[in-house]
């Protein structure tokens, strides 16, 4: 790309997008640096370039922008951020501004944000489990080293105490080795952020730990860079220093808001409510940054946070993730007002990479056959319980009975638990067999009998 | 030429001017780091072309040159067991030269230079031949004989011809004195271009079913060797389960698989345990009969569009020398998303859901070129297309899967629901269909048994009893049924579970012989008369479930298959046995 070119020709701006005349030879991705009336600067990047025309998304929007005095500079490289072990501990703006009153970073390394694809080729397939210490995850929704694995929630439900329960307790059983967080704050509120870096500071993650804020007043456009700053800054920490990182992203939902202004300024053609047509590639380009490289020791763990608007699963936010990410937990409001922690609703929550995690030698040899079977308990609980609320629960028989007994331990004893409380895999796994044994043997079908010798403890029926 | 330069860059789309002569859908090289790129339009001489790889840094007046070929894979031995990204690249080598990462403007060929085939030629000089002829053979794998065909484009007399021996593929092996009079000659390594249909004589009704060894599949949804099918389901459904299963344990003698827009992990996982797994027919390991293409969802989005076509060209390639081929697209709805990406950024008038007007004629396109054939060279080949579809939100009204369902045969209906109860494989029964059934009769009835066709209707026909019942008993209860109606539901759910779930990492389970599926099917269907009729003796639903034989019926899949040969006959006598009175 060429040097450093300067331009005093916006003719257009439209939203957070300008149009700038007269240059012939803008970069597509380059970044440029805008120069205010007022001598405030603000980073933008060109989304299109042609002939005598630039056309730049600008991350702090355009306020106070003119046609006239303001000056636009094509810096002549694509959008890189300074990395360096000393990120750790500290807190950034969503454009990695220090914002904790410490100084610039000495860098190491400069890196494209954007990110290169893995080759799959060169893919370690992920195998370790991580104990979370929540039953509901480690037992039937098993999260291991290398996945993505977002949590679908809603206005009101308690995701963040379940992201930071999680970033507090996970760990990787006989493992010392060095981890990280980084956590992507997108359009969160100011106490949200709060509460995340006192959750963090008061466990003495805060050391460990990488903050990017965009908070809810911060610029919209700006949401746009914020993950890609933070899965960088990742990337260095578990690719070149071999940490094992994991990655909270919330809120994917304004992520997507964000782009959905952007295109929209750019009167693209949208596809389902407005969003754009390239929402799954360009959420692809975010989430497929998780995994391991092989031959090197750190990984990349994702914690995507996105909020359903309306609860509603099939929107095009979570619809798209879904389609991308590595399963999902998703929180129920039914669960949450029953009193219920962590409120997860277990029939929709899906862990693609556990087979592959657990087991013999990894957590326990009964753990998919006791898993399945809780599945179908539940699911059969849950559709007798749906059954009863319409005809009452004179015409069941003394097996269904079990199954409504089940229902109700299960959410309180298995799925609940206390937000300090974390049980491991031997400890949740117990927990499931004392449960499972409500039920004659007989009814657990989906159980190798060995392990059923081995672990029942009802009576012998 | 040489003066054609970029005009506009707006992400993968890229303008150029002085592009006069140019072709649609001819490769070009755009920029200092000449990345790769496909023509998809023309305006005067300008010309809108698609780029294959990342287009950041890309400034307007840097150079385009043409290649003045359209976009081709390159086919020949060695095909088998490599892993290539949308436009045949191969990730392997890309890796050795670029390292963990995938970054711009690097390339590979799609076939090794350096390696040297076993050529036995089956020509002699002064043959005249015509295109698709067999000029020779190789062995490409202990399996696999790669035969090598003359180009359909071709015809001549042989002028001369290489000897047995050791070749690379860029060697000539023959020289074919043409109409004109001039000799071409010939390499092992040929291309063809992408988008267009390799040549055929005629295209053959299919007879055979694709033997999955999933029953669900097999028993209830056969699908044929040269049939298309889709399986379309809202996340976590287990869609690329079910492929992965298809591509594992299909009996088909090629099985190309294309992940199209999809996880990385997913190819790390199919690059761990393919090489790992045994195919039961051949007792080769399972990479050996398989082409993998990989474009991930991260991965740029043209080469998404193109790794469709790369994917059915090399299964048409292999149908030429008489294979029977399987390919695997996981999933066309990210091909369907490339393709409107691409239209967007064309400003071109969409259609529904703003997906391209031709979407629907893509799609047929690509779907019809599956089918069993009569080649150019006189053999019998067949290509199975098995595609997945994501509809947003699981909506099967959205165009892609509608647009499907009009080519297809056999549609396999994964539900959410079922995954939520972890029923593996999700295929709903009510909604599936498949045309091949009565196709497939003949062939079961000699190696199942007889009763094929009516176990299976009666089979269907009980779990859509069922449904009906589960109706009323939303309703009225489950007490208040008679107890026909409870046996039919008691005997719906076994046949639910212990027949159509299905393990796929149980390691006996995860493959069901026909054999089996047969002798299984029996016995159900056999518990199923046998039953009825004592529920008219004045037997109860309830006592029947206490038998020990209702037990026995529920543990068949994950049996190893030399125990489940004894367990037959003995389960047959034990059902006589338990129902003294017969059938109806």
């Known amino acids: 790309m060429p040097p450093l070119r300067e331009f005093q020709s916006v003719v257009r701006v439209a939203g957070p997008i300008l149009a700038v005349s007269g240059i012939d030879d803008a970069g597509y991705n380059e970044v440029v640096t805008v120069l205010l009336p007022d001598g405030t600067v603000r980073t933008g990047q060109v989304l299109e370039s042609r002939k005598g025309m630039a056309i730049v998304m600008v991350f702090g929007g355009t306020r106070d922008l003119d046609c006239d005095i303001t000056a636009v500079r094509f810096t002549g490289r694509p959008m890189t951020m300074p990395v360096s072990k000393e990120m750790l501990g500290r807190i950034f703006s969503g454009s990695a501004e220090p914002i904790d009153g410490g100084g610039a970073v000495v860098p190491e390394k400069e890196m494209e944000i954007s990110g290169y694809a893995i080759n799959p080729t060169k893919r370690e397939f992920p195998q370790d489990s991580i104990e979370t210490g929540i039953s509901a995850i480690d037992g039937m929704n098993t999260l291991v080293r290398g996945q993505k694995l977002p949590v679908f929630s809603g206005s009101g439900l308690p995701h963040s105490l379940l992201a930071a329960q999680i970033t507090r307790q996970a760990r990787v059983r006989g493992s010392d080795e060095s981890f990280a967080v980084v956590f992507a704050a997108m359009g969160i509120t100011h106490e949200e952020a709060r509460f995340f870096i006192d959750d963090f500071s008061e466990t003495g993650a805060q050391a460990h730990a990488v903050i990017f804020l965009n908070r809810a007043d911060d610029p919209a456009i700006e949401r746009i860079v914020t993950p890609r700053l933070a899965l960088t800054a990742a990337e260095y920490l578990a690719f070149d220093l071999g940490m094992h990182v994991l990655v909270v992203m919330q809120d994917i939902t304004a992520y997507c808001e964000a782009l959905r202004e952007v295109s929209a300024a750019r009167e693209e053609i949208p596809a389902r409510r407005g969003y754009p047509g390239y929402m799954y590639t360009d959420l692809a380009s975010l989430y497929e940054r998780a995994g391991r490289v092989k031959g090197r020791p750190g990984s990349i763990t994702q914690l995507p946070i996105l909020s359903m608007p309306d609860d509603d699963i099939t929107h095009p936010v979570p619809d798209l993730t879904g389609y991308i990410t590595e399963g999902q937990i998703v929180l129920s409001r039914e669960l949450h007002r029953k009193g219920i922690y962590p409120p997860i609703d277990l029939l929709p929550c899906l862990s693609r990479l556990m087979q592959g995690g657990i087991g013999e030698g990894r957590t326990r040899a009964d753990h998919a056959n006791v898993s399945s079977q809780l599945y179908a308990a539940y699911a059969r609980g849950r559709r007798l319980a749906g059954l009863v609320a319409v005809i009452g629960d004179e015409g069941l028989t003394d097996v269904d009975r079990l199954y409504l007994t089940f229902l109700d331990r299960f959410e309180h004893e298995f799925v609940g638990q206390k937000r300090d409380e974390g049980r491991s895999f031997d400890e949740t796994l117990d927990r499931a067999w004392e449960l499972l044994s409500i039920f004659p043997k007989d009814e657990l079908n989906r159980i190798d009998p060995k392990y059923i010798e081995e672990y029942y403890r009802g009576g012998t029926g | ?584």
């Open chain 2, 1 to 584: 030429m040489t003066e054609s330069s970029i005009i506009r860059i707006t992400g993968p789309v890229v303008e150029a001017d002085r592009m006069r002569g140019a072709q649609m859908y001819e490769v070009v090289f755009v920029g200092e780091d000449e990345l790769i790129g496909e023509i998809i339009g023309l305006h005067n001489d300008t010309a809108t072309i698609q780029v294959y790889e990342d287009t950041t840094g890309i400034t307007p007046g840097e150079p385009v040159r043409r290649s003045m070929m359209p976009l081709s894979v390159e086919l020949g031995p060695g095909l088998l067991e490599m892993i290539y990204d949308g436009i045949q690249r191969p990730l392997t080598e890309l890796g050795e030269i670029s390292g963990d990462f995938i970054v711009r403007g690097i390339s590979a060929p799609a076939l090794s230079r350096e390696k040297r085939f076993h050529f036995t030629p089956s020509l002699s000089q002064g043959q005249t031949i015509s295109g698709g002829a067999v000029i020779g053979s190789v062995p490409e794998t202990n399996k696999i004989v790669h035969t090598i065909l003359l180009p359909p484009d071709l015809s001549g007399t042989v002028e001369r011809i290489a000897d047995e021996g050791e070749y690379t593929v860029d060697e000539t092996i023959l020289w074919l004195l043409d109409t004109t009079g001039t000799v071409k000659e010939i390499t092992m390594l040929q291309r063809w271009p992408v988008r267009v249909p390799r040549p055929i004589q005629s295209k053959l009704p299919a007879i055979r079913p694709l033997i999955t060894g999933q029953r669900v599949i097999d028993s209830f949804f056969p699908i044929v060797q040269g049939g298309t099918a889709a399986v379309p389901g809202p996340f976590g459904a287990g869609k690329t389960v079910v492929q992965h299963q298809l591509a594992k344990w299909s009996d088909a003698d090629i099985i190309v698989y294309v992940g199209c827009g999809e996880r990385g992990n997913e190819m790390a996982d199919v690059l761990r345990q393919f090489p790992a797994l045994v195919d039961p027919k051949t007792k080769e390991p399972l990479m050996k009969r398989t082409v993998l293409i990989g474009n991930t969802s991260n991965m740029p989005v043209a080469a998404r569009e193109a790794s469709v076509y790369t994917g059915i060209t090399i299964a048409e390639y292999y149908r030429d020398m008489g294979y029977s081929v399987a390919l695997m697209a996981d999933s066309t709805s990210r091909w369907a998303e490339a393709m409107r990406e691409i239209s967007g950024r064309l400003e071109e008038m969409p259609g529904e859901h703003g997906y391209p007007a031709y979407l629907g004629s893509r799609l047929a396109d690509f779907y019809e070129r599956a089918g069993r054939v009569k080649t150019l060279s006189g053999e019998e080949g067949s290509i199975s297309v098995i595609g997945a579809v994501s509809p947003p939100g699981g909506d099967f009204s959205e165009p892609v899967t509608q647009n499907t369902l009009r080519i297809v045969r056999v549609f396999w209906a994964l539900d959410a629901d079922l995954a939520h109860q972890r029923h593996f494989p999700a295929v709903n029964w009510l909604l599936s269909y498949s045309l091949y059934s009565d196709l497939v009769a003949p062939w079961w009835e000699k190696h199942g048994g007889s009763e094929w066709g009516k176990m299976r209707s009666d089979l269907l026909a009980l779990l859509q009893k069922e449904n009906e019942l589960q109706e009323i008993v939303q309703l009225v209860g489950p007490d208040l049924l008679p107890e026909e109606d409870k046996f039919t539901l008691n005997v719906a759910t076994l046949l639910r579970e212990s027949f159509l779930v299905q393990s796929a990492f149980d390691p006996v389970d995860t493959f069901c012989p026909p054999e089996k599926q047969y002798r299984m099917m029996t016995l159900i269907h056999r518990y199923y008369r046998l039953g009825h009729h004592a529920v008219g003796e004045g037997m109860t639903a309830a006592g029947i479930q206490q038998l020990p034989v209702t037990a026995r019926l529920s543990r068949m899949g994950p049996m190893p298959h030399e125990e489940f040969e004894s367990f037959y006959p003995k389960t047959l006598e034990a059902l006589d046995t338990a129902f003294p009175g017969g059938e109806d």
